[in-house]
C-alpha cells in the first residue's frame, strides 16, 4: 500500500533548514571517520564528529523528530565515550557509527519527502540496541533487545511538552546565537532562479557584442564627439557585464569537497571487502565548481575510484612481492586554470597492460592486428572507453564486465568535457578530466571564420596559430593525405567545406587561411574561406539529434543577429583523423 504524504507539525521553513544543514553536516562525516580509523587519538576529528550528532540531537528534539532524535542520542554517547577516553577506537565501533549515519540521512530523507521518520521500526531497534551496546558492556545482546518493548515515539516525535536535556538547552541556544549573527549576511536561493538570471546576463552579454559592431559601424563612418562617448559607455558597458556574468558564475560555484568527501569511505568499504589495503589522499578541495556539475560528475568519478580500488591496487602480497608498501594509494587531484577545472584520479597499482589491451582490441574486431602493430600505447589505452569493453580477468560485484568506461566518457563529455587515460605497466594509472568551470551559461572568446556564406565560430583557446601557406609549404604524405609542413611540423589538413557540404570557391590552401589547431595529443590544419574577426558568444546546447554531432560544441547568436555554429575542435580532429 503507498505511503500517505505526510505534514509535520512544524514550520516548514525551519524543518527546511534543519534538513539541509543535517544533510550538509552528515556528508562531511565519511571522511572524519576514515581518519578517525586511521588516528584513533586525534582529539580534533572526534569533537567534530561529535559536534555534528549533539546539534542534530538538539534541533530534532526541539522539532519533536523524536525518532531522529533518538538515533543521533545513542551515536552521542558512543562518541562521547570515545573522546572521554572510555571507549577505545576500533573497527567494530566504526562500523556500528557508520550504521547509525547511514540510517540517520535515510531517515532525514524520508522526512523530507514527507513519509515516516522510520520504515522499519524493528530493524531500528536492533540498530540501537548494537550502537548502545559498543558504549554499555552490560547491554543485552542485539537480538535480545530487538524482542523486547523499547519505548517508541509517535510519528512527530516525543511528547511535545518534553523537556530537553541540558545539552538540548545548550544547542538551541548556540543555534539561536548563530542564526542572529548570520541573519542579514547569507540567504538561500533556488537554482532554478540563478539559472534565469544567468540566461539574462547571456543576453546581456550578445547585447553587449552587438553593441561593439555597431560601434565599429560608427567609427567607419564618422570622427565626432558622438562617436567617442558611445565607445567610452560601451567600454563600461561590456566591462560591467563582465563583471556582472564573473559573479553570478561564483554564487553558484560549490567547494569540490562536496563532489569527492564521501569518497574515503567508499575507498575504506570496498578494500575491506576485497581484503586490500588502500588509502586515499586527496588535493584541490577547496576549487570551486559549479553546483551542477556536482551531481553530474559523483557517478563517473566514483567509477573511476572503484577501478583503481578492484582492478588498480594489489593484493597486500602481491605488492610485498613486487616491492611496493602494502597499502595501495589512490590520490585525486583536483586543480583549476582559468575557466576549466582539472580532475586526475590515479593510484600506484598494477597499471594496465597495453599489449594485452591490443590483443582484446584485436580480438573484438576494433582494430586489424597490422594496425594495432602501429598504435603507441596511449592510443591503444583509448579501446578501454569503448562499450562492452574490459580486459578484467574475473567479473566482481564492483567492476569487470565491460560496463562504464564508455558511460564515463559519455557523461564527461555531455559536460563538455574531455577524458583521457594514461598507465605504466607494474607503477599504476591515471584518468583526467578536464571541464569547464560552469555550465550554466559558457561564454567563449572565439574566432569567427567564414566558409561561403556560412559563419562558425572557433573557441581563441584551440588556436595555435592563422596563417596562408606558401605553395611549398602543402605537401602529400603517401601519396593520397595532404598536410601542410610549417615551421618544422607536420599538419594533417582538414577542409571544412568538405566535412559540412558547403559550396566554396576558395579549394586552393594558398588562397584561404588555415588555422592552426592543437589538442592534447594531436594537431592539424582546419581550411577555411577567411578570418572575419574576433567576439564573445554566449555558447548554447544542441537540441535532438544534434546533440550527437562531435564535431559541434553548440550555437551562437553573433553580434550581427545571425546564428553560428561553434565547432568542436577535438571531435573535428577526431572525426577526420581518427580517435
Do not use: W
Not at 186 to 194: H, L, P
Not at 414 to 427: A, F, P, Q, V, W
Amino acid at each position: 500500500m503507498e505511503e500517505t504524504i505526510l505534514q509535520y507539525d512544524v514550520d516548514p521553513e525551519m524543518l527546511t533548514n534543519f534538513l539541509d544543514e543535517s544533510e550538509e553536516s552528515i556528508a562531511t562525516l565519511d571522511g572524519l571517520f576514515v581518519e578517525l580509523e586511521q588516528r584513533p587519538k586525534d582529539k580534533k576529528i572526534i569533537e567534530s564528529i561529535f559536534r555534528v550528532a549533539h546539534s542534530i540531537k538538539g534541533l530534532a528534539a526541539f522539532l519533536s523528530l523524536g525518532f531522529i532524535k533518538n538515533l543521533t542520542h545513542e551515536l552521542e554517547t558512543v562518541l562521547d565515550g570515545i573522546r572521554k577516553d572510555r571507549l577505545c577506537v576500533g573497527s567494530a565501533v566504526i562500523d556500528g557509527l557508520l550504521a547509525g549515519f547511514d540510517e540517520l540521512s535515510g531517515m532525514l530523507a524520508r522526512v523530507r519527502a514527507g513519509r515516516r521518520q522510520v520504515e522499519d521500526e524493528d530493524r531500528l531497534r536492533e540498530l540501537l540496541a548494537g550502537i548502545r551496546q559498543l558504549s554499555d558492556s552490560r547491554a543485552p545482546p542485539p537480538a535480545a533487545v530487538a524482542d523486547q518493548k523499547v519505548k517508541t515515539f509517535p510519528l512527530r516525535g516525543g511528547p511535545k511538552n518534553a523537556e530537553p536535556d541540558e545539552a538540548q538547552d545548550q544547542i538551541l541556544e548556540d543555534t539561536a546565537g548563530t542564526a542572529r549573527e548570520t541573519a542579514g549576511r547569507t540567504m538561500r536561493v533556488s537554482e532554478e532562479k540563478i539559472d534565469v538570471f544567468m540566461q539574462y546576463v547571456g543576453d546581456l552579454i550578445e547585447t553587449s557584442e552587438s553593441f561593439n559592431l555597431l560601434g565599429e559601424r560608427i567609427d567607419d563612418t564618422a570622427n565626432n564627439q558622438l562617436a567617442g562617448d558611445f565607445k567610452d559607455i560601451n567600454a563600461a558597458f561590456n566591462q560591467l557585464s563582465d563583471k556582472l556574468q564573473k559573479s553570478l558564475l561564483e554564487i553558484r560555484k560549490v567547494p569540490a569537497r562536496n563532489l569527492v568527501q564521501k569518497i574515503p569511505r567508499m575507498v575504506r568499504d570496498l578494500a575491506h571487502g576485497l581484503g586490500k589495503n588502500v588509502q586515499v589522499v586527496m588535493t584541490g578541495q577547496d576549487v570551486q565548481i559549479d553546483k551542477s556539475m556536482i551531481e553530474a560528475l559523483e557517478s563517473p568519478i566514483n567509477h573511476l575510484v572503484r577501478n583503481c580500488v578492484d582492478h588498480g591496487i594489489e593484493l597486500p602480497a602481491t605488492r610485498q612481492k613486487a616491492g611496493k608498501n602494502e597499502t595501495g594509494t589512490i590520490t585525486i587531484d583536483i586543480s583549476e586554470a582559468g575557466d576549466n577545472v582539472t580532475m586526475r584520479i590515479g593510484d600506484d597499482g598494477s597499471g594496465i597492460d597495453p599489449d594485452k589491451t591490443g590483443r582484446e582490441a584485436v580480438r573484438r574486431g576494433l582494430v586489424t592486428a597490422e594496425q594495432a602493430e602501429t598504435l603507441s600505447d596511449h592510443e591503444v589505452l583509448q579501446f578501454i572507453f569503448r562499450s562492452g569493453f574490459s580486459t578484467a580477468e574475473r567479473v566482481t560485484d564492483v567492476s569487470g564486465r565491460g560496463v562504464g568506461m564508455d558511460v564515463v566518457r559519455t557523461n564527461v563529455e555531455s559536460l563538455r568535457g574531455t577524458i583521457d587515460l594514461e598507465s605504466h605497466l607494474g607503477e599504476g594509472s591515471a584518468v583526467t578530466l578536464r571541464l569547464p568551470s560552469s555550465l550554466t551559461v559558457l561564454v567563449v572568446h572565439g574566432m569567427l571564420a567564414g566558409i561561403g556564406d556560412q559563419q562558425y565560430i572557433i573557441k581563441v583557446e584551440d588556436i595555435h596559430e592563422a596563417i596562408r601557406p606558401n605553395p611549398e609549404e602543402v605537401v602529400t604524405v603517401g601519396g593520397t593525405a595532404e598536410c601542410l609542413h610549417v615551421r618544422g611540423g607536420i599538419y594533417p589538413l582538414i577542409r571544412l567545406h568538405e566535412l559540412f557540404g558547403i559550396e566554396t570557391d576558395l579549394t586552393d590552401p594558398t588562397r584561404s587561411t588555415v588555422i592552426l589547431a592543437h589538442t592534447k595529443d594531436k594537431c592539424a590544419g582546419i581550411l577555411v574561406d577567411r578570418i572575419l574577426g574576433q567576439q564573445r558568444v554566449v555558447v548554447k546546447d544542441l537540441k535532438g539529434p544534434f546533440q550527437e554531432l562531435g564535431t559541434i560544441a553548440g550555437t551562437a547568436v553573433l553580434a550581427n543577429s545571425r546564428v553560428g555554429l561553434v565547432l568542436n575542435v577535438s571531435g573535428i580532429i577526431e572525426e577526420c583523423l581518427g580517435r
